[in-house]
């Protein structure tokens, strides 16, 4: 997609705080961070939202997963605890689309989360 601003960032043509990137994903630092660990795990391959996982790129969910527990471990986040946010349409909070997940940690965060 040409106007999407994550595909932009995994194609490097919008400059990011890169923290991890393989074929299938890239994890940022979020530019509007809300907790002091905020890292952003998108898939290379646009996906509009959770809406649109399918059997053909399902995968791609579950590569994620294991990446945000291998930056847990590496940002030393995983003993104290962390949380995996995905909003999904507009009355979900999904701002950009293309599906992403949120990666917070660093203080407590509260429930309901707002």
């Known amino acids: 997609m040409t106007d999407c601003i ?3 960032i995994a194609n490097k ?7 991890y ?6 994890a940022f630092k979020d530019l509007n961070p809300q907790s002091p660990v905020h890292i ?4 290379k391959e646009h996906i509009e939202s959770t809406n649109y996982i399918n059997e053909d790129n399902s995968h791609l969910i579950g590569h994620i997963f294991v990446v945000i527990n291998k930056l847990a471990k590496d940002l030393g986040i995983h003993q104290e605890g962390y949380r995996i ?7 979900g909070g999904q701002t950009v689309s293309h599906i ?5 940690a660093g203080r407590q965060l509260l429930w309901p989360p707002g």
């Open 100 to 104: 992403h997940f949120h990666l917070l």
């Open 6 to 8: 994550f595909c932009k």
């Open 21 to 26: 990137e393989d074929h299938k994903v890239i």
């Open 40 to 43: 952003l795990v998108i898939p």
């Open 85 to 91: 946010v995905n909003n999904c349409g507009e009355n």
């Open 13 to 19: 043509e919008i400059q990011s705080n890169i923290v």
